[in-house]
């Protein structure tokens, strides 16, 4: 009964090892897209994209750091798509020291932005790209309010003020955090500078 079901298990393992492939194969295709993509996006914003700049493996701790996004009161707030598109001018700054956190961080497999998203890049003193992630931007809210006539409409509002947490590999390297706005054009995205926050 015990070689029955060895022979069994050999036979699964057999069988499943193509899709295993299959599946390394697609990771890995899908990271070599990510990554060209980011050197593209990248490099018209000065930072440098190479692959041995990356996290190899997961570390066991991370770093959490609060930053603050505070609106410029003379400005008046946004009203229509367009204004929206540009966002109010403001300022983002480091509201809190970073800490250090137990845990890994999940590296993102896919680079879909989004003009409501902000990318966030961990970079160290060369301009070398340590980190990325794509985090929700917090001048922007939604909210749903019923029309005259009594029907939902969604609206894209700005605040005034808010708090956004970034969390980042705890690399001694890593010297600075920039955010950057994705903005459309042309069917593709270009960024534009936001902040560059101290990470030390």
Request: charged share 25%.
């Amino acid at each position: 009964m015990r070689v029955l079901l060895s022979l069994c298990v050999a036979c699964l393992l057999l069988a499943l090892a193509p899709q295993a492939a299959r599946a390394q194969k697609q990771t890995a295709s899908r990271e070599e897209a990510v990554h060209a993509q980011l050197q593209e996006l990248l490099a018209g914003v000065g930072v440098i994209v190479a692959r041995e700049t990356l996290p190899a493996a997961p570390s066991r701790s991370y770093r959490e750091i609060t930053v603050a996004w505070e609106a410029d009161k003379a400005a008046a707030p946004a009203m229509d798509d367009a204004a929206l598109e540009q966002r109010r001018p403001g300022r983002f700054s480091r509201a809190s020291a970073p800490r250090a956190r137990v845990g890994s961080l999940s590296r993102q497999r896919s680079l879909e932005l989004s003009p409501e998203q902000l990318l966030v890049v961990a970079v160290d003193g060369a301009g070398r790209m340590k980190w990325w992630s794509l985090v929700p931007d917090p001048r922007v809210i939604r909210a749903e309010a019923p029309g005259p006539d009594g029907v939902l409409a969604g609206q894209t509002l700005l605040r005034e003020s808010a708090e956004l947490l970034l969390a980042f590999p705890d690399d001694e390297s890593v010297t600075e955090l920039r955010l950057y706005h994705p903005r459309p054009e042309g069917g593709r995205f270009t960024l534009e500078p936001v902040a560059a926050i101290a990470a030390r």
